[in-house]
């Protein structure tokens, strides 16, 4: 809430249910109100124009005009405030939610299961729920700096970012780091790699289980190179992309710089930064055993995940390129490596991908410099 403006917030869900659930959790909160509800797509869209909410949470399944044809259609009027899919976790609700993402929606949520009380849905709808709200509307409606320090510290302070830095080393692996609006970059990045790409491709997006596997036979039909999700003791390939599968960390095993073939190893250890699978686990595993050749990719995401391992990524002599705060859904991970002087790029969503297939293809020992001034 900034200048006593709450945060509006138009509910859409064919069950009665959930849409008192969903405001139970938004009234929990004094920064959020409900500007309206819907029992289906059309009445949203319909409502939209009226009411002008900040953000919408939507559902997947629906009667009249399900959530994938109303995100689309909201997107096509020129709306562009976030969306929130509220998904079930189930085959068809994960495969639903995977699309809408990659079509533009902003995050999800899952619906609560299992929870014998109302009041325990609501405390852990609440607890996935509000952060994500907070997050995504805080451009919208931002607050002071001493305001948001408690909640976001990496936002507190905006030190310059160094510019002009060389990029000395020539890679040896891709690993990438994302976390909220994943989908959509990950759709524009991957496709665009050629199928000549020479090097192994390692992705932690933070999704359970399910969707992992979703996200990853999507991609697969839309890139030219071979997408899977990541399984326990896959050789690291050159040209194959593998995603962490949800709820385990994915690590590297052997060293790419001896005759041994690194293999990957899915573990179950706690989490890191609130997340498992961790980006942080993976960058560290692959600092320690491919040294200088690590290629680093931090795209959009909440909160800080990535940092500490482009940190021994950067010591190690490898490379680290981050989104740009413009094309990212939140510039919590991306925006962390870039404030830290760990990023020797800071690029748009577009421009990613190009950068990746230069330094991957350019002669051994080649140098390059940053012509352009980055701007926050």
């Given at each position: 809430m900034a200048n006593g403006r709450r945060t509006r917030i138009l509910i859409v869900d064919d069950s009665a249910v959930m849409r008192n659930l969903l405001r139970s959790v938004i009234r929990s909160s004094s920064e959020f109100e409900v500007s309206g509800t819907a029992a289906d797509g059309e009445s949203a869209l319909g409502m939209v124009k009226?009411?002008?909410?900040?953000?919408?949470?939507?559902?997947?399944?629906?009667?009249?005009?399900?959530?994938l044809e109303t995100l689309r259609k909201l997107r096509g009027r020129g709306h562009r405030m976030p969306v929130i899919m509220c998904s079930s976790l189930t085959q068809r609700g994960a495969r639903v939610t995977i699309e809408a993402l990659a079509s533009g929606a902003s995050d999800y949520v899952a619906k609560p299961a299992g929870q014998?009380?109302?009041?325990?849905?609501?405390?852990?709808?609440?607890?996935?729920?509000?952060?994500?709200?907070?997050?995504?509307?805080?451009?919208?409606?931002?607050?002071?700096?001493?305001?948001?320090?408690?909640?976001?510290?990496?936002?507190a302070e905006v030190p310059s970012i160094p510019r002009n830095q060389s990029i000395t080393s020539n890679p040896?692996?891709?690993?990438?780091?994302?976390?909220?609006?994943?989908?959509?970059?990950?759709?524009?990045?991957?496709?665009?790699?050629p199928v000549s790409f020479p090097l192994p491709v390692l992705i932690v997006q933070h999704m359970p289980e399910l969707f992992t596997r979703l996200l990853a036979?999507?991609?697969?039909?839309?890139?030219?190179?071979?997408?899977?999700?990541?399984?326990?003791?896959?050789?690291?390939?050159?040209?194959?992309?593998?995603?962490?599968?949800?709820?385990?960390?994915?690590?590297?095993?052997?060293?790419?710089?001896?005759?041994?073939?690194?293999?990957?190893?899915?573990t179950q250890g706690p989490p890191e930064n609130h997340c498992r699978p961790a980006v942080d686990v993976l960058f560290r595993t692959a600092a320690a055993h491919y040294g200088s050749g690590v290629l680093a990719v931090v795209l959009t995401g909440?909160?800080?995940?990535?940092?500490?391992?482009?940190?021994?990524?950067?010591?190690?002599?490898?490379?680290?390129?981050?989104?740009?705060?413009?094309?990212?859904?939140?510039?919590?991970?991306?925006?962390?490596?870039?404030?830290?002087?760990?990023?020797?790029?800071?690029l748009s969503r577009q421009d990613i991908a190009p950068e990746i297939t230069r330094l991957a293809s350019r002669p051994q020992g080649g140098r390059t410099e940053v012509h352009e001034a980055v701007a926050l």
């Open positions: 009226s009411l002008s909410p900040d953000l919408i949470l939507l559902d997947v399944e629906m009667p009249v005009m399900d959530g014998a009380r109302a009041a325990d849905a609501i405390k852990a709808l609440a607890h996935d729920l509000l952060p994500k709200i907070s997050a995504l509307t805080a451009t919208a409606h931002p607050a002071p700096l001493a305001a948001l320090a408690p909640r976001l510290p990496v936002l040896s692996v891709l690993v990438i780091g994302v976390s909220t609006g994943g989908p959509a970059a990950l759709d524009i990045l991957l496709p665009a790699l036979e999507r991609l697969s039909q839309r890139c030219p190179l071979h997408v899977s999700e990541a399984a326990e003791g896959d050789p690291v390939r050159r040209g194959y992309i593998s995603i962490a599968r949800g709820n385990w960390h994915l690590e590297i095993l052997g060293a790419a710089r001896s005759s041994q073939t690194a293999t990957l190893h899915l909440m909160g800080s995940d990535g940092l500490a391992g482009s940190r021994l990524i950067r010591a190690q002599g490898g490379t680290v390129l981050a989104q740009d705060q413009a094309t990212s859904a939140i510039w919590g991970m991306p925006g962390a490596v870039a404030r830290a002087g760990l990023a020797q790029r800071i």
